[in-house]
């Protein structure tokens, strides 16, 4: 199995069904092999990637609580040199965010070349949960999606190439992650009493997703739909994904300077 970026216009169908592993999908310890076999390639490239400092990657990821964004971070991206990454956590907007354009925050935190840059949630929340709790009116949120579109269009003509996943749960999925946290000590931390009030207005998120991502899966910065109740599966998913534009990118370590023949003997002669 692997993902197909969603086509522009396409809104795609985000029911219970759509989160779920397809029935021949390999068994959990089959997936942790191909993961590993996924990582050590995504890390070589990313290698790569840093020593030629020309382009960047930027990775969206968006999901409902409890959908597995932080899981994606430590078990895909944790593969990574952490010199080369760099992860944002957009949380509510603090005063001075909400006193500036909703992109502010956003473009400070784009990875500059050579680095890949994780987005734990992003923009995106700005037609999400504004949309969905009507925290700006509808005129207001309702042209972001062009604002992104054209945001995204500079940042790929600018060397960073945008990738963004939608980790797609089932409502049953949710509620046991949830119960999860509540009943593990480890895990209570986690635990936000919001995540309930998020979970009654499932209904207006799937409309909102399916909008923002019908609307803004673009040719430069196309999004993903993972079935994400399986962990190891929604993991290979994102880095086939991610490997496949690595490899499609192609980065190059830098060849050596012309002095670079010269040094060498200098230092092999003992100097
Ligand atoms: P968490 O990801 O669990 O740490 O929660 C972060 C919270 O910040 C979530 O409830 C998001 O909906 C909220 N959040 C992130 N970005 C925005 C935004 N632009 N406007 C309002 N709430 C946001
Ligand atoms: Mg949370």
Redesign the pocket.
């Known amino acids: 199995m692997h993902l197909d970026p969603v086509p522009l216009g396409t809104a795609p169908t985000l029911d219970d069904a759509a989160a779920a592993p397809p029935a021949d999908a390999p068994a959990k310890q089959t997936l942790r092999e191909r993961l590993a076999t996924l990582g050590a390639r995504m890390a070589a490239l990313q290698g790569a990637l840093y020593a030629e400092q020309r382009r960047a990657m930027l990775v969206v990821l968006q999901a409902r ?1 409890a959908g597995g ?1 932080d899981g994606v971070i430590r078990h895909v991206f944790g593969r990574l040199n952490p010199m080369g990454v760099e992860v944002t ?5 603090t005063p001075l ?1 909400l006193s500036h354009d ?1 992109l502010w925050r956003v473009h400070h935190r784009v990875p500059a070349r050579g680095i890949v840059g994780v987005f ?4 995106f ?2 037609v ?3 949309r969905v ?1 009507s ?1 700006v009116p509808e005129q207001v949120w309702g042209k972001r999606y062009e604002q992104i579109n054209s945001f995204e269009r500079l940042l790929a003509d600018n060397g960073v190439t945008v990738l963004k996943f939608c980790l797609h749960i089932s409502r049953q999925e949710q509620r046991r992650r949830l119960l999860d946290r509540l009943k593990e000590p480890h895990k209570n931390w ?1 635990f ?1 009493a ?2 309930l009030k ?1 979970r009654e207005r499932w209904d207006a998120y799937t409309e909102a997703y399916q909008d923002a991502i019908g609307l803004t899966s673009t040719e430069w910065a196309p999004w993903y739909v993972v079935p994400a109740d399986l962990k190891p599966l929604r993991d290979v998913l994102v880095a086939q994904v991610v490997v496949a534009v690595l490899e499609r990118m192609a980065p190059q370590y830098p060849a050596p300077g012309p002095e670079a023949e010269e040094l060498r003997r200098l230092l092999e002669a003992g100097g």
Not at 120 to 123: G, W
């Open positions: 609580d964004k956590s957009f949380k509510a907007p965010e909703f734990n949630r992003s923009h929340e700005d999400l949960v504004v709790h925290l986690k936000n919001g995540d998020e």
